[in-house]
Nanobody
């Protein structure tokens, strides 16, 4: 059974950085595109970024372009979301999810992790 586990969340000051990890188990990461989503209290879930199976294609929400990067290490079955220049509006629970394709807008991600909290506050 495919399982995804996020880690790396926490409290950071505005302008700071965090690196989130999504560890995949049960199946090889080679078979999946991975997406990162976030949901803030009282708001709808937002697709943040995705990376294709090969890593050759990525997409980012306009709200994070230029600040976030995504990468994957298939040998370690792990995908990373590097978040720089964080803003209070980036505060949310961040989820990773596995799906067949990385396209914009993000869709068809069927397997989800439990999420990790990111709080940006002074």
């Amino acid at each position: 059974q495919l399982q995804l586990v996020e880690s790396g969340g926490g409290l950071v000051q505005p302008g700071g950085s965090l690196s989130l990890s999504c560890a995949v188990s049960g199946f090889s990461l080679d078979y999946y595109a991975i997406g990162w989503f976030r949901q803030a209290p009282g708001k709808e879930r937002e697709g943040v970024s995705c990376i294709s199976r090969s890593g050759g294609s990525t997409h980012f929400a306009d709200s994070v372009k230029g600040r976030f990067t995504i990468s994957r290490d298939n040998a370690k079955n792990t995908v990373y979301l590097q978040m720089n220049s964080l803003k209070p509006e980036d505060t949310a629970v961040y989820y990773c999810a596995a799906g067949p394709l990385c396209v914009s807008p993000l869709r068809d991600f069927a397997s989800w992790g439990q999420g990790t909290q990111v709080t940006v506050s002074s």
